[in-house]
């Protein structure tokens, strides 16, 4: 689970939902004190739980709801049941439970503060739920994606990654190579060629590609949403997928397109860069 993946709209749908799970612990109904000359007894007013049906209809149906939206949010790859997306599940679970809030409260002679506090909670559960993946604003990611460690000036090695940097698992980061030797050959990997070893001609750009531009710098960027990296000879099927918090390379522009290289060192075109955030 990729909790980056998350956006303002479910951070709502959170909160929205812990709000709904309080209120299920406080009254249902306002009863006042009842008093015969100097005896008082106060009604033992019920909660939630002591109604079964308010409880499964109402606040475990919107809490339900609010957990399916944000798992399928977290997930790389949707999930689906019976043809129906796990969020688009979650959405009219929280429909359904503001539903019943509504004329639950209003058939009521005197709602308590756990009825008004649910009824409230689940309107905003529900409007989080439907608004959020509409929303500019609640589309926006609900964590930023760290930045990539900057090593002062002069600690590194002209052209070095820092320490742990992108595209070197576990850590591990190139040696500085002395004055003279053959550098990476990012047409084989960005594997240094070996001794001796003829340096082999980079493979021509497919044809309707286009160069990329000529004042292009390579630069670091994170997606704010999962997005498909596509091969560069133009098929359809992705060879994979960006996840947000997670720094790309992008090594080459083409058009509004970018040419970005994942972890393992697969290059690919980004035809959505709408919302990217440079490094």
């Known amino acids: 689970?990729?909790?980056?993946?998350?956006?303002?709209?479910?951070?709502?749908?959170?909160?929205?939902?812990?709000v709904l799970f309080i209120a299920s612990f406080l009254d249902l109904y306002s009863v006042d004190n009842a008093c015969v000359g100097s005896i008082c007894s106060h009604a033992n007013v019920p909660n939630a739980w002591d109604?079964?049906?308010?409880?499964m209809s109402m606040f475990l149906a919107g809490i339900i709801g609010a957990v399916l939206i944000v798992v399928a949010r977290s997930l790389p790859q949707p999930k689906k049941i019976a043809g129906m997306d796990l969020a688009q599940f979650g959405t009219a679970f929280?429909?359904?439970?503001?539903?019943?809030?509504f004329w639950t409260?209003?058939?009521?002679?005197?709602?308590?503060?756990?009825m008004i506090l649910g009824l409230i909670s689940t309107l905003?559960?529900?409007?989080?739920?439907?608004?959020?993946?509409?929303v500019a604003a609640l589309k926006a990611p609900l964590m930023g994606a760290p930045r990539p460690?900057?090593?002062?000036?002069?600690?590194?090695?002209?052209?070095?990654?820092?320490?742990?940097?992108?595209?070197?698992?576990?850590?591990?980061?190139?040696?500085?190579?002395?004055?003279g030797a053959a550098g990476a050959d990012p047409s084989q990997g960005g594997q240094t060629p070996a001794p001796g070893a003829a340096a082999q001609p980079a493979p021509a750009p497919a044809a309707g590609a286009g160069a990329p531009a000529g004042d292009f710098a390579p630069f670091w960027f994170a997606v704010p949403v999962a997005r498909p990296l596509y091969p560069e000879d133009g098929s359809p099927t992705p060879i994979a997928e960006l996840a947000p918090g997670t720094w790309y390379l992008a090594v080459e522009q083409r058009g509004a397109a970018l040419v970005a290289q994942?972890?393992?060192g697969r290059r690919g075109v980004l035809q959505d860069t709408t919302g990217i955030q440079r490094g």
């Not at 109604?51 to 409880?55: D, I, M, S, T, W």
């Not at 409260?105 to 756990?114: H, L």
């Not at 905003?124 to 509409?134: C, E, I, Q, Y």
């Open 1 to 18: 689970m990729n909790i980056r993946s998350l956006t303002r709209g479910d951070g709502v749908v959170i909160g929205a939902a812990v």
């Open 51 to 55: 109604a079964l049906g308010l409880l």
């Open 94 to 101: 929280t429909i359904f439970s503001a539903w019943t809030a």
């Open 105 to 114: 409260i209003i058939d009521m002679d005197s709602a308590g503060a756990g």
């Open 124 to 134: 905003v559960l529900a409007a989080g739920a439907v608004a959020g993946p509409m």
């Open 149 to 179: 460690a900057v090593a002062p000036y002069g600690a590194q090695p002209y052209g070095a990654q820092p320490a742990g940097g992108y595209g070197y698992p576990g850590g591990a980061q190139p040696q500085p190579q002395p004055y």
């Open 262 to 264: 994942t972890q393992d």
